[in-house]
């Protein structure tokens, strides 16, 4: 059964820090996995998606690496500012195509002025 | 990017009572839409997989009658609880998923409805 964890549960950055939020998960047999904001009772924000067979994504400040074999991914945010406040959710994507997603229990990140 | 939008984003009632839980893709045709739920200060369970035209599937543990799901066409689900309890008071979020006209098969979130049973 895939589990998919997230290390720290909570983090308070001062603004301008670099940070890396981290994602491991337990069967490597995955087709992707996506990382996603959320804000204090919203919905999803899709921030980077990478498939299976790739090994980083880039958006703007914003960096997601994969590492199938261990099992890992992170999440780097280079520049933090306080509005890059909120809940951070990694999410796996089952094999076979499925679209199902297995998330983690999220990292909630506090950037201060 | 894609839009997927859910009503109503707020509902209080009763206990006893059943609710329906709407979930549109606006610009694009999802071939299958998600239910997740969330209780507070936790991650998002997947509920049922929801498919155009045939009968969803449950994840294990959650019990079919209870909420019922109907996916009418590409672009709607409806998730409906039925004799609601306090203990079904919840953040339930859809995501809707193409499969094949998107790059790289994203799934894209609703901003949620906070189910509230007294």
């Known amino acids: 059964k895939q589990e998919v964890t997230q290390i720290p549960a909570a983090l308070s950055v001062p603004e301008g820090e670099n940070l890396v939020l981290n994602c491991s998960f337990t069967d490597s047999a995955i087709y992707n996995l996506q990382w996603f904001r959320q804000d204090p009772g919203k919905g999803l924000t899709s921030l980077l998606l990478?498939?299976?067979?790739?090994r980083e994504q880039t958006s703007g400040r914003l960096n997601a690496s994969l590492d199938k074999s261990s099992g890992r991914s992170t999440l780097y945010i280079a520049a933090s500012q306080p509005g890059d406040s909120a809940t951070y959710l990694c999410a796996v994507g089952r094999s076979g195509n499925t679209g199902k997603l297995i998330f983690g229990q999220g990292t909630t990140l506090q950037v201060k002025p | 990017g894609a839009v997927v939008s859910q009503h109503p984003s707020r509902v209080i009632c009763k206990s006893g009572t059943s609710v329906k839980i709407e979930c549109r893709s606006l610009d694009f045709q999802a071939t299958t839409m998600f239910w997740y739920r969330q209780f507070p200060k936790q991650s998002l369970m997947l509920m049922a997989t929801s498919n155009e035209g045939s009968k969803a599937t449950y994840e294990q543990g959650v019990e079919k009658d209870k909420f019922l799901i109907n996916h009418a066409s590409l672009t709607l689900s409806t998730l409906t609880v039925t004799s609601a309890h306090p203990e079904d008071s919840s953040f339930y979020i859809c995501s809707a998923y193409s499969g094949v006209a998107r790059s790289y098969n994203e799934q894209f979130f609703g901003p949620g409805t906070r189910l509230t049973v007294l």
């Open positions: 990478i498939q299976s067979s790739q």
